[in-house]
RNA sequence: GCGUGGGUAGUCUAACGGUAGGACUUAGGCCUUCCAAGCCUACGACGCGGGUUCAACUCCCGCCCCACGCACCA
């Protein structure tokens, strides 16, 4: 149980993550990562690239500019539908959508009016404050994107890119032919995505900076399903909230096959359970802190057909939260660049002539590393993160049990030997206890210890973060006991 | 963006229109044969800017930042 103080606080303390540029007073939407922060955050990173590239031999990682030409937006939808009108009542202070008023008053769809557009129709309609019945003031847009000036007179207009996938979506036809044409192809990015957030919240959750991790797969919608088939995993629980139940705490198991049997394509099942597997298998968190959350036609995206978030339950954040989503694109993007480009974007598989359709696994990694931090947080009389060991920014440690007899020296070596093979920590300040305590709250799963037994060759002693329990180890076996114990091959026994 | 509350060392916190105190942490030392022990020492703070005042961390104004509610979240 971790509330926000006790994460913000640890994380501060332990060099986690911060807010950025706190010298001049906090730049709010942006944090900074420390080097415990960062490494747990790689460690998710190659987890995540493992897993999601492991699930074809075809999809592969690539990286692309973060600064994108309006044309290309243009295309994708984002300059017209990440642009809103903002009307602010001039009695009550109340700020409206421009084009929600209207449809409010006349029932009829105003999408891509200007500012100037609304006012004169507001004016007309003499549309009043929902609110208080004040006079509406002037209509101001508002882009969520953050506009760049590109070249010395800047007047070649580009954005910040609002997510990576477009960058996959550019490159698409290149990475179809440098890896020979074949389908299902999987583009992956890890990288950075900027949104002009109008009230930036709640830490790492909603910043204005933050970093996606994306995988796009390119299919034939045709045969798709037979390649990845259900099979087995058709009776597999999968945990869900509908669009229905999205308020409610909970989820419940439903097993794949009623997916399909609701609507749903096999192959996007297919997914979901391999997502739901990444998360309850190799991030260890509980099945009841996990569900899909199916959303409805109102709420998706404007290039989306099916979309379930991934969300996961967080004390600090007050419930289940979005951490990512299964996005079915169908072929909107690769026809928009299609049609912004006049490059045709169709390419010929097997018999068939298409344009590919896309799935997007996509995930925040700052706040899947939040979600870590909150899940993994215990308080007793001490603090201690229960990260899988994989995950812990630092593996292991080595300190000496007290420093005299020659054991400091004796511990150094043992150090200098394991940080060969592994990031490794080693203390001899304070008591023993103190250092295991220090260990505990940047969840460094396994401490090894020297002590008078080991200047007789009794081996090193290797105490487990959770169970505080022991093992004696001998000195030859330790790197590689302490590598099978990272990986899951082996299990701590006591 | 609107409203409410708030901002004092790394963290948590106290006080005051006149020398900003403590706890924990950190570093060094003594001691120490396994879970934040004890003792000594040291480092370290009033979010930023302006105003009032002989004097402002304290009062006033503006800004920044944080939490919560509303709105927003393609």
Request: hydrophobic share 40%.
């Given at each position: 149980?971790?509330?926000?103080?006790?994460?913000?606080?640890?994380?501060?303390?332990?060099?986690?993550?911060?807010?950025?540029?706190?010298?001049?007073?906090?730049?709010?939407?942006?944090?900074?990562?420390?080097?415990?922060?960062?490494?747990?955050?790689?460690?998710?990173?190659?987890?995540?690239?493992?897993?999601?590239?492991?699930?074809?031999?075809?999809?592969?990682?690539?990286?692309?500019?973060?600064?994108?030409?309006?044309?290309?937006?243009?295309?994708?939808?984002?300059?017209?539908?990440?642009?809103?009108?903002?009307?602010?009542?001039?009695?009550?202070?109340?700020?409206?959508?421009?084009?929600?008023?209207?449809?409010?008053?006349?029932?009829?769809?105003?999408?891509?009016?200007?500012?100037?557009e609304i006012d004169t129709r507001i004016r007309d309609l003499k549309v009043r404050c929902p609110n208080c019945g004040g006079v509406l003031g002037p209509g101001r847009p508002f882009n969520m994107m953050f506009p760049v000036?590109?070249?010395?007179?800047?007047?070649?207009?580009?954005?910040?890119?609002?997510?990576?996938?477009?960058?996959?979506?550019?490159?698409?036809?290149?990475?179809?032919?440098?890896?020979?044409?074949?389908?299902?192809?999987?583009?992956?990015?890890?990288?950075?995505?900027?949104?002009?957030?109008?009230?930036?919240?709640?830490?790492?959750?909603?910043?204005?900076?933050?970093?996606?991790?994306?995988?796009?797969?390119?299919?034939?919608?045709?045969?798709?399903?037979?390649?990845?088939?259900?099979?087995?995993?058709?009776?597999?629980?999968?945990?869900?909230?509908?669009?229905?139940?999205?308020?409610?705490?909970?989820?419940?198991?439903?097993?794949?096959?009623?997916?399909?049997?609701?609507?749903?394509?096999?192959?996007?099942?297919?997914?979901?359970?391999?997502?739901?597997?990444?998360?309850?298998?190799?991030?260890?968190?509980?099945?009841?802190?996990?569900?899909?959350?199916?959303?409805?036609?109102?709420?998706?995206?404007?290039?989306?057909?099916?979309?379930?978030?991934?969300?996961?339950?967080?004390?600090?954040?007050?419930?289940?939260?979005?951490?990512?989503?299964?996005?079915?694109?169908?072929?909107?993007?690769?026809?928009?660049?299609?049609?912004?480009?006049?490059?045709k974007q169709s390419v010929t598989f097997g018999s068939r002539k298409l344009v590919p359709h896309v799935l997007e696994l996509s995930f925040g990694v700052d706040r899947n590393a939040w979600a870590l931090l909150d899940l993994?947080?215990?308080?007793?009389?001490?603090?201690?993160?229960?990260?899988?060991?994989?995950?812990?920014?630092?593996?292991?440690?080595?300190?000496?049990?007290?420093?005299?007899?020659?054991?400091?020296?004796?511990?150094?070596?043992?150090?200098?030997?394991?940080?060969?093979?592994?990031?490794?920590?080693?203390?001899?300040?304070?008591?023993?206890?103190?250092?295991?305590?220090?260990?505990?709250?940047?969840?460094?799963?396994?401490?090894?210890?020297?002590?008078?037994?080991?200047?007789?060759?009794?081996?090193?002693?290797?105490?487990?973060?959770?169970?505080?329990?022991?093992?004696?180890?001998?000195?030859?076996?330790?790197?590689?006991?302490?590598?099978?114990?990272?990986?899951?091959?082996?299990?701590?026994?006591?």
């Amino acid at each position: 149980m971790a509330s926000y103080e006790d994460l913000t606080s640890l994380s501060v303390r332990r060099g986690f993550l911060w807010p950025a540029v706190d010298l001049y007073g906090g730049f709010a939407g942006f944090y900074d990562y420390g080097h415990n922060g960062v490494l747990l955050r790689r460690r998710w990173e190659d987890l995540w690239i493992e897993t999601f590239l492991g699930l074809s031999d075809n999809y592969y990682l690539i990286d692309t500019t973060t600064i994108l030409p309006e044309a290309a937006l243009q295309a994708s939808g984002h300059v017209e539908h990440f642009t809103d009108i903002l009307v602010t009542c001039t009695r009550c202070g109340e700020s409206y959508r421009g084009d929600h008023l209207l449809e409010a008053a006349t029932h009829e769809e105003h999408e891509g009016l200007t500012a100037e557009e609304i006012d004169t129709r507001i004016r007309d309609l003499k549309v009043r404050c929902p609110n208080c019945g004040g006079v509406l003031g002037p209509g101001r847009p508002f882009n969520m994107m953050f506009p760049v000036g590109v070249g010395p007179t800047g007047k070649d207009h580009a954005y910040l890119r609002p997510e990576t996938a477009q960058g996959v979506f550019l490159n698409f036809k290149r990475e179809f032919e440098a890896l020979r044409r074949k389908l299902p192809m999987g583009l992956a990015i890890v990288g950075r995505a900027y949104r002009n957030e109008i009230s930036p919240r709640q830490g790492a959750y909603r910043m204005r900076e933050f970093l996606q991790a994306e995988l796009q797969i390119f299919f034939d919608p045709e045969t798709f399903g037979d390649l990845v088939p259900l099979g087995e995993l058709s009776s597999i629980p999968v945990r869900v909230a509908w669009a229905d139940e999205k308020n409610e705490r909970g989820a419940h198991d439903l097993p794949a096959k009623d997916f399909v049997a609701r609507g749903l394509p096999s192959w996007y099942v297919w997914h979901l359970v391999q997502v739901q597997r990444f998360y309850l298998d190799a991030l260890r968190v509980p099945r009841e802190a996990f569900r899909f959350a199916e959303l409805d036609e109102k709420e998706r995206a404007f290039y989306n057909r099916i979309h379930f978030d991934i969300q996961v339950r967080q004390e600090s954040l007050g419930g289940f939260k979005e951490v990512g989503g299964v996005h079915y694109r169908t072929d909107h993007d690769l026809k928009g660049h299609e049609a912004g480009s006049h490059v045709k974007q169709s390419v010929t598989f097997g018999s068939r002539k298409l344009v590919p359709h896309v799935l997007e696994l996509s995930f925040g990694v700052d706040r899947n590393a939040w979600a870590l931090l909150d899940l993994s947080y215990q308080k007793t009389d001490r603090i201690v993160l229960r990260l899988p060991p994989r995950l812990a920014p630092v593996p292991a440690a080595v300190f000496p049990l007290v420093n005299k007899d020659g054991l400091p020296e004796k511990a150094e070596s043992v150090y200098a030997a394991l940080r060969k093979r592994l990031v490794v920590f080693y203390d001899d300040s304070g008591s023993i206890g103190r250092r295991y305590a220090r260990m505990d709250e940047i969840g460094t799963p396994f401490s090894v210890t020297v002590d008078h037994e080991t200047l007789e060759g009794k081996g090193v002693t290797v105490r487990e973060r959770d169970s505080q329990k022991q093992i004696r180890v001998a000195e030859a076996e330790l790197s590689g006991l302490l590598a099978r114990l990272l990986s899951g091959e082996a299990v701590f026994a006591a």
